[in-house]
Each structure stands twice: as C-alpha cells, then as structure tokens.
C-alpha cells in the first residue's frame, strides 16, 4: 500500500520561505523518481519540481531558481525548500512518485496524500 503524507505548509508574506516535507510509504521508495505537484483554484494540478533516484533534478519554469527539491531515501522523504514565495504559488501542494522526470506524470496517479496548503499573501 503507498501512502503519502505531505506537510509544513502555512501562510507567509511575499518573499517568505517555507520547507514542505513528503514521507512515503512502501518499499517503492528509492527506486523511483518523485515530484512536487500543486493545484491552485481553478486550474489543473502542475509538476512543479522532480528528483530522480540518482538525484537529477528538474524544476518548472516559474520556480526555477526559487524552489529546491531534495530527498533522502534512508527516510523515505522528499522536501521542497521554497524561497522568495510569490502570491501566485499560492496552492495545495503534493507530493507523488513518478514514471520518470522526463515525462513528469504522476506513478501512483490513484492514492494522492490530502496535501498541504500554502498561502502566500501580505
């Protein structure tokens, strides 16, 4: 059974940071690629960053140079470190294994966490 559980999200002013924390469950861990998604209102869910298991990473155009991803397999955890936050990165975040980062589609496309809302507004 794959389980993921997202946090660390919360409400921060225009150039603010937060760290958001995914922990997976299932062996499937370090074998695969895993991405950060988020969906704002009104649109569909978007990649935002992705790390392969060898730690390639790849980012979306509006955070790159901005957000970081990173993952450490011995705790079975993927992070996105985001900084100089923009009111539109305002959203649900979530976490998901990958098919590739290539590709950047979600893995496990039926068992999504309930994620972690970040707000970023004065």
């Known amino acids: 059974q794959v389980k993921f559980e997202e946090s660390g999200g919360g409400l921060v002013q225009p150039g603010g940071s937060l760290r958001l924390s995914c922990l997976a469950s299932?062996?499937?861990?370090?074998?695969?690629?895993m991405g950060w998604f988020r969906r704002s209102p009104g649109k569909q869910r978007e990649l935002v960053a992705a790390?392969?298991?060898?730690?390639?990473?790849n980012y979306a155009d509006s955070v790159k140079g901005r957000f970081t991803i990173s993952r450490d397999n011995a705790e079975k955890s993927v992070y996105l470190q985001m900084n100089s936050l923009k009111p539109e990165d305002t959203a649900v975040y979530y976490c998901?294994?990958?098919?590739?980062?290539?590709?950047?589609?979600?893995?496990?496309?039926?068992?999504w966490g309930q994620g972690t809302q970040v707000t970023v507004s004065s």
């Open positions: 998901n294994a990958l098919e590739s980062v290539r590709s950047g589609a979600p893995y496990f496309n039926d068992d």
């Open positions: 299932g062996t499937f861990f370090s074998i695969y690629a």
């Open positions: 790390i392969s298991s060898s730690g390639n990473t």
